[in-house]
């Protein structure tokens, strides 16, 4: 029997997404890494979300589970397709279930996230350092587009590739203590200076963050 009209148009969407990722990557194995699943897993979803009133509850569902389980993009790697600040969130400045939730996909304690979170940008999602550093976790343009983040200034998807981010730079270098130190002086620069000979600004960082997470 000849599939649904929109199964056609998802399967030829996936497809035209997975290889412009691969050309762009000059990956031909179809092995990606975990940025690039990211930014699949992102372009898929809400591909999703924008036509989600033309599709039927048992077709959009089945949908996303074919992302799930055929396109090896598990859920950690962005933000769930539902997931959106609220407007009482962005009000508030109150972000704790999107950081519970980015926090728990990425293996982290949401205290710790949100201690950063307010070192980094105060909650401020607008927030620019004088480097050029974005959002509520403060992402360089290049650090955010390995993450797959495409709007820094959008809190969820800050707040997942911040996460994302810190997670990557705990498991690197073995710690929390030095997970925290490289987010904020770069991993090149941690690699070489260590602890020992790390700038003051690391250093008063580091002792910052964990004097927020501590109390």
Known sequence: DAMPKDSIEFKKQVKDIVTEIKEKSKIQSGVFTRAEQGKMYKRITNFLERNRETWSDEVYNNMVKTVKEKFGVPEKYAPLPNEVATENE??????????????TQNGLDPLLLKALIKQESGFNPKAVSNVGAKGLTQLMDSTAESLGVENSFDPVENIHGGARYLKQ???????????????????????????????????????????????
Request: net charge negative.
């Open 90 to 103: 962005v009000a508030t400045g109150n972000y704790s279930d999107i950081i519970n939730s980015a926090a």
């Open 169 to 215: 730079m705990i498991d690197q270098f073995g710690s929390i203590e030095a997970g925290i130190s490289a987010y904020n002086q770069g991993p090149g620069n941690f690699q070489k200076n260590g602890f020992k000979n790390a700038p003051a600004e690391t250093k008063n960082y580091l002792n910052s963050v964990l004097s927020i997470y501590n109390s």
